[in-house]
């Protein structure tokens, strides 16, 4: 009997640590704006945006992932004349940085370092 007991404790040791796992990734697919949109990524290599035009549903979350050994910044606007509705700050290789697009509409967005990289969000109304 003993034996069983210290048996079955040792199985939900050895899953413990997967139940916080598996509740986060269960969050992630569940975003606040309650739409198809959920979470949606776009990466940053060799100066430039990947998707550089990315079209979603409102409530979705785009995750731009620096993947240059460099510093980027996502940065809401037109090189020089930034917009005001989102900057990243500077993030470096393997840094991420999220935004949720909560108001459909289209977003241009910039590098404040190298004018060179631009991109796009397009939001719709997600219905
Ligand atoms: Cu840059």
């Known amino acids: 009997m003993k034996y069983f007991s210290r048996a079955f404790l040792y199985a939900f040791l050895a899953i413990l640590p997967l139940i916080p796992a ?46 240059d050994a460099i510093e980027h910044s996502v940065t809401n606007g037109v090189p020089g004349k930034p917009g005001g509705a989102f900057d990243s700050g500077f993030f470096t ?13 289209e977003y241009p967005y910039f590098c404040r370092r190298h004018e060179s990289m631009t991109g796009m969000v397009k939001v719709t109304s997600g219905e």
């Open 22 to 67: 598996a509740a986060r990734a269960s969050d992630s697919n569940t975003p606040g704006g309650g739409t198809a949109g959920d979470t949606v990524g776009v990466s940053i290599k060799l100066f430039s945006f990947n998707p550089k035009v990315l079209e979603v549903p409102a409530g979705t979350t785009v995750v731009w992932t620096n993947g």
């Open 93 to 105: 290789e393997g840094q991420t940085w999220s935004h949720t697009f909560t108001e459909p509409g």
